[in-house]
């Protein structure tokens, strides 16, 4: 089941090919075991081998985790599996941005390297990032071509895995952040704000919201020379990908947060995504959009 917004065969099929780093797949499986569910019988199912997952050379694509998680949901049906995704996830398990993470200088730092580097590290979701009042915000949605069906799972494990990497990145501090759910409340919300604190639901959008008196805060294991070539090793992962597994307007939804001047113009949207505003509406034309 799709969301109701109108998802191209093309779009669909270019989601289905895209590749997954094999941390997603495994976690999903850890979590499975966790819960007394036979990984091996579950890979069988989808017929998926051990050896395959562990091949680096040949990670799983979108359409293999999206069988592989339905299956795992049919075995174990794990309330709040997306939460317990999300607490195993720290921020090592990106790669060089999560490197660039732990050594950011402060909060700030951080928040902009993840949201420089956003399509590295997640797919199927946007962030947008902005300020409102004493909050900097960072809001995630699913791209319209993820199944309806995993939309509350990769939010809960995408700002659970934030609420992880912040308390690694600058301590158990007092009011560090508030949480938002467009959902109505599960029957697991008492464990959600066990593990998140502060939670609310059926809000506008989901978000992750953090005190702006917090974004000068340094990073506990901050390190000026390993931020240095963290960075310089994002850029060299973002040039040699080109992108290529994002399309044009999965960018753009990325940026679609309206602030209180409201949603950016198209030429602020392209000065974001480094083209002219006449590329960006040629992109777009090209991809229906």
């Known amino acids: 089941m799709l969301n109701p917004?109108?998802?191209?065969?093309?779009?669909?099929?270019?989601?289905?090919?895209?590749?997954?780093?094999?941390?997603?797949?495994?976690t999903y499986l850890t979590v499975a075991e966790e819960h007394g569910a036979d990984s091996e019988r579950i890979l069988s199912e989808v017929g998926l081998s051990r050896d395959r997952l562990n091949n680096a050379?040949?990670?799983?694509?979108?359409?293999?985790?999206?069988?592989l998680v339905a299956a795992i949901l049919l075995e174990v049906p794990v309330q709040g599996l997306g939460l317990a995704v999300g607490r195993h996830l720290p921020p090592t398990a990106f790669g060089n941005v999560g490197y660039a993470l732990l050594c950011s200088p402060t909060l700030a730092d951080a928040i902009a390297?993840?949201?420089?580097?956003?399509?590295?590290?997640?797919?199927?979701?946007?962030?947008?990032?902005?300020?409102e009042g004493e909050y900097r915000v960072l809001e995630v949605k699913p791209f319209n071509v993820v199944p309806e069906i995993f939309h509350q799972l990769i939010v809960e494990s995408t700002l659970s895995s934030f609420h992880r990497a912040f308390r690694i990145l600058i301590g158990h501090v007092p009011d560090a952040g508030q949480i938002w759910f467009s959902s109505p409340a599960p029957t697991y919300a008492d464990k959600i704000s066990e593990v998140?604190?502060?939670?609310s639901y059926q809000m506008a959008a989901d978000q992750y919201r953090v005190p702006r008196h917090l974004l000068t805060l340094p990073v506990s294991m901050s390190n000026p020379s390993g931020y240095?070539?963290?960075?310089?090793?994002?850029e060299n992962e973002e040039a040699l990908a080109g992108l290529s597994d994002v399309t044009t307007s999965q960018r753009v939804q990325a940026?679609?947060?309206?602030?209180?001047?409201?949603y950016p113009s198209i030429e602020v949207l392209a000065d974001k995504l480094?083209?002219?505003?006449?590329?960006?509406?040629?992109h777009l034309a090209h991809e229906g959009t």
């Not at 799983?60 to 985790?65: I, S, V």
């Not at 580097?117 to 962030?127: C, E, M, R, T, V």
């Open 5 to 26: 917004v109108s998802v191209s065969k093309a779009s669909l099929e270019h989601w289905h090919r895209q590749t997954i780093p094999d941390i997603f797949p495994k």
């Open 57 to 67: 050379q040949q990670p799983l694509t979108m359409l293999e985790l999206e069988q």
């Open 113 to 131: 390297i993840c949201e420089r580097f956003w399509p590295l590290i997640a797919k199927g979701l946007a962030l947008t990032v902005y300020d």
């Open 196 to 199: 998140l604190g502060e939670v």
């Open 228 to 234: 240095q070539l963290a960075l310089a090793q994002c």
């Open 255 to 262: 940026q679609l947060g309206v602030s209180a001047n409201g």
């Open 274 to 282: 480094h083209m002219t505003a006449r590329t960006l509406r040629r």
